[in-house]
């Protein structure tokens, strides 16, 4: 069926460095959401995007679309404790209203 | 304050003991949606809900049911709960059919069955 990998699954990270996380699609996306969800809590919403070769930004987050509109990036400059968490990609087909997710990737800090 | 909420949060049951899982919201969504989530398989869909008396299912709808009487409910189902239910699960709405508009998580309910 449909699919959405997402790599890493684990990444470690010093406080500091840079983590980025990948979605790749076999069929092309409408959009591609992107959600946070921190430990013991649920998924938030971070972005949408919907253009092909859309880049958006928030503040240390930049979130990328590719130019096919099949793969995705979140990237995180310069991590803090703040964004330790699993993140999630979540992208829809033209033909129906359901969201495929990615399993996630999860941020750890290193102590 | 804008908000879903799921109760109960946390369940341990045994095999076979029918069970509910209450989901309201009170944003005027349209659409909802129940998620299960297990180690390293994110998200997967169960049923979702694109208006009243409106239901479909998801990727993993064996075992489950739901209904949608009223726009703020969608309660989940599980007539005879099995030990691979065991799960995290969440509800969600979102103000239109989920393709165009972010959604909106519940709190969670861990559920455990032995």
């Known amino acids: 069926g449909q699919q959405v990998m997402q790599i890493p699954q684990y990444q470690h990270v010093q406080e500091g460095e840079d983590f980025t996380t990948y979605c790749n699609s076999s069929?092309?996306?409408?959009?591609i959401q992107w959600y946070k969800q921190r430990p013991g809590g649920h998924p938030v919403f971070l972005i949408q995007l919907v253009k092909s070769g859309e880049v958006k930004k928030q503040k240390r987050l930049t979130f990328q679309f590719g130019e096919a509109k099949k793969n995705s990036s979140l990237h995180i400059t310069a991590t803090q404790t703040t964004d330790v968490g699993t993140y999630f990609c979540?992208?829809?087909?033209?033909?129906?209203?359901?969201?495929?997710w990615g399993a996630g990737t999860k941020l750890i800090i290193k102590p | 304050e804008a908000q879903v909420t799921q109760n109960p949060r946390y369940l341990i049951t045994v095999t076979g003991k029918k069970l509910t899982v209450t989901c309201s919201q009170n944003m005027n969504h349209e659409y909802m949606s129940w998620y299960r989530q297990d180690p390293g398989l994110g998200l997967r869909q169960i049923y979702y809900s694109m208006n009243v008396e409106v239901t479909d299912k998801g990727d993993v709808p064996e075992g489950y049911k739901v209904s949608r009487k009223e726009k703020r409910n969608f309660p989940l189902i599980l007539e005879s709960p099995s030990p691979n239910q065991t799960s995290l699960y969440f509800c969600?709405?979102?103000?239109?059919?989920?393709?165009?508009?972010?959604?909106?998580f519940g709190p969670g309910t861990r559920l455990t069955v032995t």
């Open positions: 979540a992208g829809s087909m033209d033909s129906n209203y359901q969201l495929i």
């Open positions: 069929t092309t996306l409408s959009n």
């Open positions: 969600a709405s979102s103000p239109r059919t989920g393709r165009l508009y972010e959604q909106y």
